[in-house]
């Protein structure tokens, strides 16, 4: 079995042996899983976060062939992406999985092409470039080649002295066939090989990397084989991922896959630009979209389902955070279009990346899909929602914390969009509702838009759809009244979570947690023109003493600072008493990031209900 068939369905259906017990590797399944606090001194500065990426995966006819794709098909593919659907946003093509063969390596150990192509990365880089499209490649930057491993002419990058094959244990082996084996990060010139893989791929001109199977580096573990190789262990792993995030830059997006994301992501959200939070979609179907196991386990796949994973790691997600990545989407696979609509409903307000695992020759007349402009606009502006929540409950234990049918998220400009779902097979319809002034938090009546109906449904106080079996609803929310941005929809960090114990808030809830270093709220807020504006937070501090956090606004693409305040807050009188603060800062025209968050000179706690810009 080449490596990459991994990545289609043989995690439901093992098809890689056991390489050793765990006694025989002294690994045993409890020791695999052991979790050591990250250290502080490594976060990642910057997430952009939002919307994943729009693009086409040769992932569809890996899975379906069990080879790896042939130049002429992936050819095929890109013209047709590049003329369907690319004017709709899917401007990447991404290879994917099946890649063990590939043996021709540079002088560093680098594999120049997929195996068997006339063609390089560059000249298909430059292929894709001059059709108005990008290059994504799927490799681990941990994986050395047997070639490599076997000629020791090949040196590290940057590192002459030493050789490729010295960053490796025998019998390390990522695959049965023994073409690849781990690199050992503790080794002298590990660093560099893995800094210098990715630099590679940036350099000729990709601008995204898929790394697959860090589960099995971080604890040899499979949780259907149990264990199967060498556990590298919590600090290897965390090291790789550092160098990885810090030679990735902003040069290229990285994308984790087939992480165990123990405590809750805290590593993978770090470093990662996105993760995967569900198990292999194989060959599509609704089963794979909703179905299976419903309950949580401690390792890879933490949830089975793109529902239950963008519902359990919602809390991760959002403006500035990192992006919530399911398996590709196989929109021929589903028995109805219902189905069909429902699977891009759930992706679109979850903020994930869509990859098309359909092709040319198989999406028949299903394409348009993937078309929607009016949701595509949305995205575009930076789209990432949240399951309703309940209560401030882990998902992990408390199904009930959170409601997966029913979707909302707010727009920078403030429109919201909400989206509800029917997840049951059974034949009878469903109703489902969200009352704007409970969840969203408006006082008057808002206008309503079918997005996929492409019409205006009325000036409402809530959105109530009756739902067949699979069935979906996703509709733009237009209020009538001054905009507050609501704390409960935006990006957290650190500490900062969803509550709703105290009375007096706005919509779902509000955030807290907001009183140790690291801990912040972001919110993506648009601008109509630059220059002062003043930020009135809806705050209460029942701490019984003054508190402050510091509140900054950053361009949402590059991170650079464009102003910093403070927002100070004497006592309330207890937690349900809300009162609004003003904090003056310079905003950019359009879209920005206003982070309110814990610094060093901070004291005190504060809980934050929703932030107004006053021009």
């Known amino acids: 079995m080449a490596a990459g068939g991994l990545t289609g369905a043989s995690l439901m259906s093992p098809s890689v042996s056991a390489a050793s017990t765990a006694e025989q590797r002294g690994v045993t399944a409890d020791t695999a899983l052991t979790a050591i606090e990250v250290p502080d001194t490594i976060m990642k500065p910057f997430h952009k976060g939002g919307p994943g990426p729009l693009y086409w995966s040769t992932y569809g006819y890996n899975n379906a062939m069990g080879v790896q794709i042939p130049e002429s098909v992936w050819k095929a593919n890109v013209d047709w992406i590049a003329e369907e659907l690319a004017p709709y946003g899917y401007r990447m093509a991404c290879t994917d999985g099946w890649i063990d063969a590939d043996q021709a390596v540079t002088s560093h150990g680098y594999i120049k092409s997929l195996n068997g192509w006339e063609h390089d990365w560059g000249w298909w880089a430059d292929y894709l470039e001059a059709r108005g499209m990008h290059l994504g490649v799927y490799y681990n930057p941990l994986w050395v080649t047997k070639s490599a491993v076997s000629d020791r002419s090949i040196r590290v990058a940057g590192r002459p002295d030493i050789a490729v094959a010295d960053i490796v244990n025998p019998g390390d082996w990522f695959d049965p066939g023994g073409q690849l084996q781990w690199v050992d990060a503790t080794k002298d010139g590990a660093e560099e090989y893995v800094k210098g893989y990715v630099e590679y791929f940036a350099n000729l001109g990709a601008v995204y990397l898929r790394i697959d199977f860090l589960s099995y580096y971080e604890t040899g573990f499979d949780q259907s084989e149990g264990t199967i190789g060498v556990a590298h262990g919590r600090d290897s792993y965390i090291n790789a991922l550092r160098w990885i995030a810090e030679a990735a830059t902003d040069k290229l997006q990285v994308s984790l896959v087939m992480p165990n994301l123990l405590q809750h992501a805290e590593a993978e959200r770090q470093y990662g630009d996105l993760i995967r939070i569900d198990n292999d979609a194989s060959f599509g179907t609704w089963l794979l979209l909703s179905g299976l196991r419903e309950t949580w386990q401690p390792i890879w796949s933490q949830w089975q389902n793109p529902f239950q994973g963008f519902t359990g790691f919602s809390d991760v997600s959002g403006p500035g955070q990192v992006i919530l990545d399911g398996d590709p989407l196989t929109i021929s696979s589903y028995q109805h279009d219902i189905d069909r609509q429902s699977a891009i409903n759930l992706f679109v307000m979850a903020g994930a990346a869509i990859a098309i695992a359909d092709q040319y020759d198989t999406i028949g007349s299903h394409a348009s899909f993937y078309k929607n402009e009016e949701i595509l606009d949305l995205r575009q502006a930076g789209l990432v929602g949240k399951p309703v929540y309940l209560n401030s409950h882990s998902y992990d234990w408390d199904q009930a914390s959170r409601d997966s049918e029913r979707w909302v998220a707010q727009l920078p400009n403030g429109d919201w969009v909400v989206a509800l779902f029917n997840r049951a097979d059974a034949a009878t319809e469903v109703s489902r509702t969200v009352d704007f002034a409970d969840v969203l938090g408006l006082t008057r009546p808002a206008r309503v838009r079918d997005l996929w109906a492409h019409e205006d449904v009325g000036t409402l106080t809530s959105w109530t759809t009756s739902l067949g079996p699979h069935g979906s609803s996703l509709v733009k929310v237009t209020p009538l009244e001054a905009i507050r941005h609501q ?113 060093a000179g901070d004291v005190g706690g504060l809980n934050i209900d929703s932030v107004t810009i006053s021009t």
């Open 487 to 599: 704390a409960d929809v935006g990006g957290w960090s650190g500490g900062a979570h969803f509550e709703n114990t105290f009375n007096g808030h706005s919509g779902m809830g509000y955030v807290t947690g907001l009183d140790t270093l690291g801990s912040s709220l972001t919110l993506a807020i648009a601008i109509p023109h630059a220059g002062s504006h003043d930020c009135i937070f809806r705050v209460a501090n029942g701490t019984g003493k003054p508190a402050s956090l510091t509140v900054s606004a950053h361009d949402p693409e590059s991170g650079k600072t464009h102003s910093v305040g403070r927002l100070e807050v004497a006592a309330s009188r207890d937690w349900s008493h809300w009162h609004d603060v003003r904090v003056a800062l310079t905003l950019a025209e359009g879209t920005n990031f206003i982070t309110t968050s814990f610094g």
